[in-house]
T-cell receptor, first 114, second 115 residues
Framework: AQSVTQLDSQVPVFEEAPVELRCNYS??????LFWYVQYPNQGLQLLLK??????LVKGINGFEAEFNKSQTSFHLRKPSVHISDTAEYFC????????????FGKGTKLTVNP | KAGVTQTPRYLIKTRGQQVTLSCSPI?????VSWYQQTPGQGLQFLFE???????NKGNFPGRFSGRQFSNSRSEMNVSTLELGDSALYLC??????????????FGEGSRLTVL
């Protein structure tokens, strides 16, 4: 079965600074990878996904992520954050032809300070 | 296109009662998954239904059950509520293809408080 580890539970940054939220996965088969964002009192919204092809994936709100198979990582980055990016971010993984279940990491709470 | 709709949004119950939560998926989506979200445990998978059949089940006691109707709408039921069942229950719909389980689209959740 696959698993997802988000290395930081909380990340505080200042507005306009760059940010990286780290995600590592474990799976014996090929995977699909996703990043979701959850704003307070809301459900999760898809930011971006990696299915195949280019390892650099661009998503909404200026976020991007890079799939690194050798390091089993899928880190999320943004070059300049805004106050409105304050939210919880979840990395998720499903396996190709496997149990076909979407497994989530425990989340990283990003706080952008003025 | 309408999103995933969950009802009710908020509810308060007492220990020992039961609760039923409802989810209407995005039109055309036949897969519906349920998750429990708590501050301590994060997002935990409850179960997934596809074409009225349970396809996957998480590690929850039998007090947690669900079903899916022919129009893909889904309900989950929790019987004999315990204090620890207080959580945000999220429903998500998606597309399931052979060998591929893609991204999920989430509702805003039903926040259950057990007193």
């Amino acid at each position: 079965a696959q698993s997802v580890t988000q290395l930081d539970s909380q990340v505080p940054v200042f507005e306009e600074a760059p940010v990286e939220l780290r995600c590592n996965y474990s799976s014996s088969v090929s995977v699909y990878l996703f990043w979701y964002v959850q704003y307070p009192n809301q459900g999760l919204q898809l930011l971006l996904k990696y299915l195949s092809g280019s390892t650099l994936v661009k998503g909404i709100n200026g976020f991007e992520a890079e799939f690194n198979k050798s390091q089993t990582s899928f880190h999320l980055r943004k070059p300049s954050v805004h106050i409105s990016d304050t939210a919880e971010y979840f990395c998720a993984c499903s396996t190709q032809g496997g149990s076909e279940k979407l497994v989530f990491g425990k989340g990283t709470k990003l706080t952008v300070n003025p | 296109k309408a999103g995933v709709t969950q009802t009710p949004r908020y509810l308060i119950k007492t220990r020992g009662q039961q609760v039923t939560l409802s989810c209407s998926p995005i039109s055309g989506h036949r897969s519906v998954s349920w998750y429990q979200q708590t501050p301590g445990q994060g997002l935990q998978f409850l179960f997934e239904y596809f074409s009225e059949t349970q396809r996957n089940k998480g590690n929850f006691p039998g007090r947690f059950s669900g079903r899916q109707f022919s129009n893909s709408r889904s309900e989950m039921n929790v019987s004999t509520l315990e204090l620890g069942d207080s959580a945000l229950y999220l429903c998500a719909s998606g597309i399931r293809l052979a060998g591929y389980f893609g991204e999920l689209f989430f509702g805003e959740g039903s926040r259950l408080t057990v007193l």
